[in-house]
């Protein structure tokens, strides 16, 4: 029997749990895969129904969950879920009784933050929950790049023996300086790391202050200082209106020559092209990319065919370990957040709390 046979178990989404009756809360997800810890937590939870819905192949029944759930707990990946199930302002107007809708990620890309607060619905996520993961990937896309491990095995596994070693010869990491672009949960291990390895940090976050980036293990540097002296610049910060397109040619242009690019994040951050035309161009001389405008990216895709390229599929925060974290943090919150009524730890818009307040306490019958 595979030992991991059942850590990829779908839920059945034909499944229906017991009847819905007064004053069970419902809480709705559909059959993306999710550590089995999730549906435990809620399942056993006191006064709490989970239902799992299909993505595909029964829209009837999906809306008609959807329309009597408390909270629905959904994909943070936009490429793992068909838009209709995307967190709209149209469908919460099909959602009436919707508390709080929770992210299986810290983003929220499937979700519309406004129109979640305009209609008085929370919006959580799990900030922090793959923070460990998303760092070791990060470190590893940087010795990947550097040290040219791909180059490396491509060679060897094509069969090549016309090369030395020297012409694979890379670079180390101690003693260069890593410029990071949001020092949160992730940015702030990757720093630690980072030091661990010899290697000064600098960083930028509108979060935090020159004091508090110092305690997250950063000196505090403007956004065109760090492209100036970074030899990694490597990005760990949200996907919002403010970053899209944050790395375009002009940011690329501004870095180091010979410079590393790294990025963790969120696709549509860096632009692709632009980044492409760096990297060709030499100006560049690596990139470790885990995300992508479309995901997975087409196999022709120009930054693929660049053997300074290392390329993964989004899985900085996809490990066992990770997936287990963030089930396990998303169902306690949704559980405490039922249970209790209080804001949520990790709460993305606390502007909706005034009013999505007022509809908890109505719909746990605790008068407000």
Same mark, same amino acid.
């Given at each position: 029997?595979?030992?991991?046979?059942?850590?990829?178990?779908?839920?059945?989404?034909?499944?229906?749990?017991?009847?819905?009756?007064?004053?069970?809360?419902?809480?709705?997800?559909?059959?993306?895969?999710?550590?089995?810890?999730?549906?435990?937590?809620?399942?056993?939870?006191?006064?709490?129904?989970?239902?799992?819905?299909?993505?595909? =192949?029964?829209?009837?029944? /999906?809306? %008609?969950?959807?329309?009597?759930? $408390? !909270?629905?707990?959904?994909?943070? &990946?936009? #490429?793992?879920?068909?838009?209709?199930?995307?967190?709209?302002?149209?469908?919460?107007?099909?959602?009436?009784?919707?508390?709080?809708?929770?992210?299986?990620?810290?983003?929220?890309?499937?979700?519309?933050?406004?129109?979640?607060?305009?209609?008085?619905?929370?919006?959580?996520?799990?900030?922090?929950?793959?923070?460990?993961?998303?760092?070791?990937?990060?470190?590893?896309?940087?010795?990947?790049?550097?040290?040219?491990?791909?180059?490396?095995?491509?060679?060897?596994?094509?069969?090549?023996?016309?090369?030395?070693?020297?012409?694979?010869?890379?670079?180390?990491?101690?003693?260069?300086?890593?410029?990071?672009?949001?020092?949160?949960?992730? =940015?702030?291990?990757?720093? /630690?790391? %980072?030091?661990?390895?010899?290697? $000064? !940090?600098?960083?930028?976050?509108? &979060?935090? #202050?020159?004091?508090?980036?110092?305690?997250?293990?950063?000196?505090?540097?403007?956004?065109?200082?760090?492209?100036?002296?970074?030899?990694?610049?490597?990005?760990?910060?949200?996907?919002?209106?403010?970053?899209?397109?944050?790395?375009?040619?002009?940011?690329?242009?501004?870095?180091?020559?010979?410079?590393?690019?790294?990025?963790?994040?969120?696709?549509?951050?860096?632009?692709?092209?632009?980044?492409?035309?760096?990297?060709?161009?030499?100006?560049?001389?690596?990139?470790?990319?885990?995300?992508?405008?479309?995901?997975?990216?087409?196999?022709?895709?120009?930054?693929?065919?660049?053997?300074?390229?290392?390329?993964?599929?989004?899985?900085? =925060?996809?490990?066992?370990? /990770?997936?287990?974290?963030?089930?396990?943090?998303?169902?306690?919150?949704?559980?405490?957040?039922?249970?209790?009524?209080?804001?949520?730890?990790?709460?993305?818009?606390?502007?909706?709390?005034?009013?999505?307040?007022?509809?908890?306490?109505?719909?746990?019958?605790?008068?407000?």
């Amino acid at each position: 029997m595979n030992p991991h046979q059942n850590f990829h178990r779908q839920s059945d989404p034909t499944t229906i749990d017991a009847p819905l009756t007064h004053p069970t809360q419902r809480v709705v997800r559909f059959d993306f895969w999710l550590d089995p810890a999730f549906d435990r937590i809620v399942s056993a939870a006191p006064g709490v129904t989970l239902q799992t819905c299909a993505m595909e =192949g029964a829209d009837d029944q /999906a809306w %008609a969950a959807l329309a009597q759930a $408390q !909270v629905l707990q959904i994909s943070a &990946a936009k #490429d793992d879920l068909p838009r209709r199930w995307f967190i709209t302002a149209e469908l919460l107007q099909r959602c009436p009784q919707l508390l709080a809708v929770s992210s299986s990620g810290s983003g929220c890309d499937t979700i519309d933050i406004e129109a979640c607060t305009c209609a008085g619905v929370l919006v959580m996520n799990q900030a922090g929950g793959n923070a460990d993961a998303v760092a070791e990937m990060a470190i590893g896309l940087m010795i990947s790049v550097m040290r040219r491990i791909p180059e490396s095995d491509r060679y060897l596994r094509g069969g090549a023996r016309d090369f030395s070693r020297e012409d694979l010869m890379g670079h180390e990491l101690r003693g260069r300086t890593i410029g990071l672009v949001g020092v949160g949960e992730a =940015g702030r291990r990757v720093a /630690a790391l %980072a030091r661990a390895f010899g290697m $000064q !940090v600098i960083g930028t976050d509108p &979060a935090f #202050d020159t004091t508090q980036l110092a305690a997250r293990g950063a000196e505090a540097v403007s956004l065109g200082e760090l492209l100036r002296r970074a030899d990694i610049v490597s990005l760990h910060c949200p996907r919002n209106a403010s970053t899209l397109g944050l790395m375009d040619g002009q940011a690329f242009a501004a870095m180091k020559p010979g410079a590393v690019f790294i990025s963790t994040a969120r696709g549509g951050i860096h632009d692709e092209a632009a980044l492409h035309a760096a990297l060709a161009s030499g100006h560049l001389a690596g990139a470790g990319l885990d995300v992508w405008d479309q995901e997975p990216p087409p196999a022709e895709h120009g930054l693929l065919k660049l053997p300074t390229v290392v390329a993964t599929f989004h899985t900085a =925060g996809v490990t066992h370990e /990770a997936r287990r974290n963030n089930a396990t943090l998303a169902a306690t919150q949704i559980v405490q957040l039922l249970a209790d009524g209080q804001p949520p730890a990790r709460l993305v818009n606390p502007a909706a709390w005034p009013q999505a307040s007022q509809r908890i306490a109505a719909a746990l019958d605790r008068g407000t």
